[in-house]
């Protein structure tokens, strides 16, 4: 059974960072695409960043390129959110997920997630 557990997230001031980690358990780590997401209230979940089984391909939505910084650490079963220069839109609950073999940044095709860890940037 996949577990995935969001840490990292909290209240911060705008301009400031946070990195979030996601533990994954119960999976071979490496055979899978890693993702983060996110959900604000009233909006729907949109996609934040991915990176591939080994790491070699990333992904961003434009809205945080350059400021934030997906990765992996297979030997750790961990994946990581660096997010820096935060802005109150970047306000939202956090969803890392995972998706078996193939690529992908459409949620809709992730097939594990997390319970999420909340992140809000105050202005």
């Known amino acids: 059974q996949v577990q995935l557990v969001e840490s990292g997230g909290g209240l911060v001031q705008a301009g400031g960072s946070l990195r979030l980690s996601c533990a994954a358990s119960?999976?071979?780590?490496?055979?899978?695409?890693m993702g983060w997401f996110r959900q604000a209230p009233g909006k729907e979940r949109e996609f934040v960043a991915a990176?591939?089984?080994?790491?070699?391909?990333?992904d961003y939505a434009d809205s945080v390129k350059g400021r934030f910084t997906i990765s992996r650490d297979n030997a750790k079963n961990t994946v990581y959110l660096q997010m820096n220069s935060l802005k109150p839109e970047d306000t939202a609950v956090y969803y890392c997920?995972?998706?078996?073999?193939?690529?992908?940044?459409?949620?809709?095709?992730?097939?594990?997630w997390g319970q999420g860890t909340q992140v809000t940037v105050s202005s």
């Open positions: 997920a995972a998706r078996y073999f193939v690529y992908s940044t459409n949620a809709f095709q992730y097939n594990s």
């Open positions: 119960g999976l071979t780590f490496s055979n899978y695409n």
């Open positions: 990176i591939s089984k080994g790491g070699g391909s990333t």
